[in-house]
Each structure stands twice: as C-alpha cells, then as structure tokens.
C-alpha cells in the first residue's frame, strides 16, 4: 500500500474539512479503496497509485473551488467529486460575469451601482483610473475588489494598497504606540476591505509576503511598482509633489486606481489639491480613465444619501 501526503496551504483546516471532518467523510464514500488521515493542515493518503492519484486531482478540485468561493458545502463536493470531462471547470468554479470577488463565507461581490460598474468597464481598458465622489460611494470597495480579483486571476503579482497621512482634525504624533500603530487607524478602511474578500489566514500570509503591502503614501517614493495593482486611496489629501511621485512609480504590467473626494481635503488652506490639479492636468490622455461617483452611488445607510446632498445644498450657497 502507498502513502502519500498533502499539505493545504494558506487554507484553515477547521473550515476546508468542515464540522466533524464531514468534507473527509463525504470523500471517503466516493473512495472507499483509500484510507484518509487528517492531522492539522496534513491529509494522509494511503491506496493504490492510480486510486491515489485520482484522489489527489479531485481534492485539488474542491482547493480550487474553495480558494475562489471561501466555502465548500455538501452539494459542490458531491458535483466536483462526480464531475467528468468538460464539466470539471465549471463545477470547481465557473465565473460569474457580474461577480468580482467570491468573498469569505460566500459572500458575492459585485458592483452595485451604475458608476461601480462603470469602474469594472473602465479598468478592463485602462491602465490608470481616477475614481471620485463623495463617501459611501464604494470607490474603495469596488477597487480593492478589483485587485483582489486581478490577484486571484494572476494578472499581477502583487496589491499595494496606499493613502497619504493625512490628520484630519487629530493629531497623529498624540496617538499611542510606534509608527506602523499610528499609521494603521488611517489604512484601516483598506484592511476592512480585504477582510470581506480574503480568508484571515490567507491574507495573514498575503501581508507577511509582501504579496498585499498596505503603506503611507510617503513609503511609495523610489519604487518601481511592476506586475501590481496599486491603489491611491484618499488622493484629495495629497500634494502637487506627492500625486506627481505617485503616478511616476507606475512600471510595467501595472493597474492604478486612485480614489478620493474633492469635498473633503484635509490639507492646509493654502496647500493644491493633488488630486485636483491631476484631474485637470490628466483628462485628455488615452490609457487614463475617468469616473465620478455621487448620491446616487451611496450604499450605506440611507440617510448618508440625505446628508451628503444636505451637505452639498450648504457648500454652494
């Protein structure tokens, strides 16, 4: 008898072999020449060599399948275990054309909006988007979902995930702890993100790897940002010197997405937009797209939307 082993890696073990090893039990009633051990994050095999072979191109299968929705159930075991031919594919995960992400517990993610898809459209032709509107627009979500997606598809090989360092009203050298502990509450909206659409464990592994790197703004300068998406997030907040560094950093093979809200600057009175003057100075340039999000994009609660247009019917008068 043979004896094969097989690691799962960047995968919680609890949650791929399910509630008492129900994933296990279901693979033994469809091999019942094989005997199954499972110890942590190792899977023993042992059976015959074609059997076990045959084993190990199925459970690669459901990994497949796990890794692109973040669940498994009792149904998609059975149709990827029973599945022949042409219909491999599809049952360890056919793609969506609406959906961007499968993200942790099933949960779908999608564009929602007309300008969210407008988004999706744009990046499929541009190298290089500016996507701005007001807050609870979802310019950040859709565009980490976008990297996240671009990651999973391997057409890069790297996110960076960036925001200026900006106060907004606080002052940044009162906060507790040591450079990454004051900067990290001004990336937490990024962290969320990836939170929703990226397992703990693996995006634990993704971040130890520098294959997800989330940085200040001011970190950005001297790099060549190669085979990555990159997004600027909160652009309103930079300077003329700081939008220029950025946009220069852009190498080969590489996605930009720069997000902001020219109704929310947080830097000195006197001090230019970047994001502003970038909008003037960029808009007729092939290769660079446009959006610009508003009310109507609003997804969280439905009193944002009022406030927001409160908001806006003050700042004009």
Known sequence: MNERTIE???????DFFGTHNSTIEQLKTYFPKIKIVARGSK????????????????????????????TLDENSIERILTSTGKEEDKASGGSSRDILVHGVSGKL???????????????????????????????TYTAV????????????????????AVESGENLGFLPGDLKEKLDPYMQPLYDALRDMIPHEKLASHLEKGIIQIAPLAFM????????????????NTTHSQMKMFLTRMGMHAKFIITGDP???????????????????????????????????????RLVRKIISAYKSIETE
Do not use: C, W
């Not at 060549?224 to 998406?229: G, I, P, Q, V, Y």
């Not at 947080?266 to 660079?288: H, M, T, W, Y």
């Open 43 to 70: 899977l023993k095999i042992f059976g015959e060599p074609d059997i076990l072979t045959e084993f190990e191109r199925r459970l690669n299968m459901l990994i497949k399948y796990f890794n692109r929705y973040n």
């Open 8 to 14: 799962l890696k960047e995968i919680n073990p609890k």
């Open 109 to 139: 993610i999608k564009a929602q909006t007309e300008n969210q898809r407008k988004m999706v459209q744009l990046m499929q032709k541009n190298d290089l988007l500016f996507a701005v509107g007001p807050a609870g627009t979802g310019k």
């Open 145 to 164: 979902a976008l990297a996240v997606k671009a990651l999973k598809e391997k057409e890069v090989r790297r996110i960076i995930l960036t925001r200026p």
């Open 221 to 236: 300068r001297g790099r060549t940002l190669d085979h990555a998406f990159v997004i600027l997030d909160e652009a309103q």
């Open 263 to 301: 109704g929310q600057i947080d830097l000195p009175r006197k001090q230019v937009s970047g994001l502003k003057e970038a909008l003037l100075a960029l808009k007729d340039i092939n290769g660079i797209a446009h959006v610009h999000l508003d009310d109507k994009d609003v997804i969280r609660h």
